[in-house]
C-alpha cells in the first residue's frame, strides 16, 4: 500500500526553538519521491522540496533542512530557529511510479509562539 | 501564467444547487489533479488528467462529481445538486505530468472555498 504517515497533529514551539515535524512513509515502489508542502493560514499550498529515493542525502536550505532515511521509510523535516512565519499547516506527499496519485499524510499543524 | 488560478475564490450555495469551479492550470503543464480539503482535514484525491488520456476519476465520491478538461488548459468541477457535505475547499494542482517513470511536482491553486447552505 501506499501511504503517508504524520502522526504529530499539532505542535507548538516558542520562537527560536527547533523543531521537526515527523513523516514515515509506506510504497511498494523501489522509485519513488517525496515532497513537503507548506499550507499557511492563507491556504494556498507552497511547494518546500522533492527527494527522489535514490538520493538519500540530508538538504539544507536556509533554517530548513529534511532527514531521509530510508531504512527507518523516514523523511522528517527540521526547522531550525522557528519563527512565528513558520506557523503553518505541513503536509509530506508520496508519489511513485505505479500511478499517477500523490499520497498526502493528514498534515501537521504548527504554531510558532512569538 | 505564473501560477495556477483558481475561480471563483469563494462560493456559497445553496442545497440542491448546482456549481461550476474553474481552475486554469500553469502554461505547458500536461497534468492537473483536483483535491478536496475539508475543515482541519487533509487533501483527498478526486481526479487526475494527463494530456489526452483517459482521466483517472478513481476519487470521485459520488455520481454528482464531475470534471471535464479541454486539451492541456482550463478545467472545470462541477457538483450537482449540492450537499452540505460538500462545503469544503477544492485545490486544483498542475505538473509537468507523468515523465520518464514519475510523477512531477505539483504546484498549487489558491482552492475555491465551498460552502453549502
Known amino acids: 500500500a501506499q501511504k503517508v504517515t504524520q502522526a504529530q497533529t499539532e505542535i507548538s514551539v516558542v520562537e527560536k526553538e527547533d523543531v521537526t515535524l515527523d513523516c514515515v512513509y509506506e510504497t511498494r515502489d523501489t522509485t519513488y519521491y517525496l515532497f513537503w508542502y507548506k499550507q499557511p493560514p492563507s491556504g494556498e499550498l507552497v511547494f518546500l522540496i522533492r527527494?527522489?529515493?535514490?538520493?538519500?542525502q540530508n538538504e539544507i536550505s536556509g533554517r530548513y533542512s529534511w532527514n531521509f532515511q530510508k531504512s527507518t521509510s523516514s523523511f522528517n523535516f527540521t526547522i531550525t530557529a522557528s519563527q512565528v512565519v513558520d506557523s503553518a499547516v505541513y503536509f509530506c506527499?508520496?508519489?511513485?511510479?505505479?500511478?499517477?496519485?500523490?499520497?498526502f499524510g493528514t498534515g501537521t499543524s504548527l504554531t510558532v509562539i512569538p | 501564467g505564473a501560477g495556477v488560478s483558481q475561480s471563483p475564490s469563494n462560493k456559497v450555495t445553496e442545497k440542491g444547487k448546482d456549481v461550476e469551479l474553474r481552475c486554469d492550470p500553469i502554461?505547458?503543464?500536461?497534468?492537473l489533479y483536483w483535491y478536496r480539503q475539508r475543515l482541519g482535514q487533509g487533501l483527498e484525491f478526486l481526479i487526475y488528467f494527463q494530456g489526452n488520456s483517459a482521466p483517472d476519476k478513481s476519487g470521485l465520491p459520488s455520481d454528482r462529481f464531475s470534471a471535464e478538461r479541454t486539451g492541456e488548459s482550463v478545467s472545470t468541477l462541477t457538483i450537482q445538486r449540492t450537499q452540505q457535505e460538500d462545503s469544503a475547499v477544492y485545490l486544483c494542482?498542475?505538473?509537468?505530468?507523468?515523465?520518464?517513470?514519475?510523477?512531477?511536482?505539483?504546484?498549487f491553486g489558491p482552492g475555491t472555498r465551498l460552502t453549502v447552505l
Open positions: 502554461s505547458g503543464h500536461t497534468a
Open positions: 494542482a498542475s505538473s509537468l505530468g507523468f515523465l520518464a517513470g514519475h510523477t512531477d511536482t505539483q504546484y
Open positions: 506527499a508520496l508519489s511513485g511510479t505505479t500511478g499517477n496519485q500523490f499520497y
Open positions: 527527494r527522489n529515493s535514490f538520493d538519500e
